[in-house]
């Protein structure tokens, strides 16, 4: 069945580190969406990407649509304790059906 | 923007009994409605699907029965866990399209978590 693998799976960092993570998938998809979600609340959308190839920022944000569309990544810069939760990336199936498909999620912790 | 209002956000009940979650569009009409399950440290799971006026389509592996969704109007879907046990503690999140024309995305409802004991 389809997957959309994150990586990695956690990972703790310094206040003021760098971040990144990647999403890859086992089929092929046309939108790359990422979200962010805290605890015990439901997610956040952070970036959309539609064409692949593309790179699109949201402040101190970065996400890039893979050219083969089967995987994207999202960079996080100077990162501060708020940046603390889980990352998703998600997707509508290219099958056809509507609703999103989630990765397995990347959980960073920031250190202060 | 488009917010979907989600009741309760946490809920503990005792194993046999129903619950009823609600998901409300603010401002704006939710044609379909998404419900998803998210189990600990695990990603979220689509459940079913709802349509305003028609049935709502399940996952495989989801009971009918046993997850009973309403979506009688239009700002208004409901997930009702019947005779719930330990097993359906989880955390669930409703979610739906944005409205035409406030560009592509989805809104989600801030999740409820269920607890049985």
């Known amino acids: ?112 | 923007g488009a917010v979907v209002s989600q009741h309760p956000s946490w809920v503990i009940c005792k194993s046999g009994t129903s619950v009823k979650i609600e998901c409300r569009s603010l401002d704006f009409q939710a044609t379909t409605m998404f419900w998803y399950r998210q189990f600990p440290k695990q990603s979220l799971m689509l459940m079913a699907t709802s349509n305003e006026g028609s049935k709502a389509t399940y996952e495989q592996g989801v009971e009918k029965d046993k997850f009973l969704i309403n979506h009688a109007s239009l700002t208004l879907s409901t997930l009702t866990v019947t005779s719930a046990h330990p097993e359906d503690s989880s955390f669930y999140i409703c979610s739906t399209p944005f409205p035409a024309g406030s560009g592509y995305g989805y809104t989600f409802g801030s999740g409820t978590r269920l607890t049985v004991v």
């Open chain 1, 1 to 112: 069945g389809q997957q959309l693998n994150q990586s990695p799976q956690s990972m703790f960092i310094q206040e003021g580190e760098d971040v990144s993570m990647n999403c890859t998938s086992s089929s092929i998809f046309n939108t790359w969406l990422w979200y962010k979600q805290d605890p015990g609340e439901g997610p956040v959308l952070l970036i959309a990407l539609y064409k692949a190839g593309e790179l699109t920022s949201n402040g101190r944000l970065t996400a890039q649509f893979g050219i083969t569309r089967k995987d994207s990544f999202l960079n996080i810069s100077a990162s501060i304790p708020s940046d603390v939760g889980i990352y998703f990336c998600a997707g509508p199936l290219p099958t056809g059906a509507n609703n999103l498909f989630f990765g397995t999620g990347t959980r960073l912790t920031v250190i202060p």
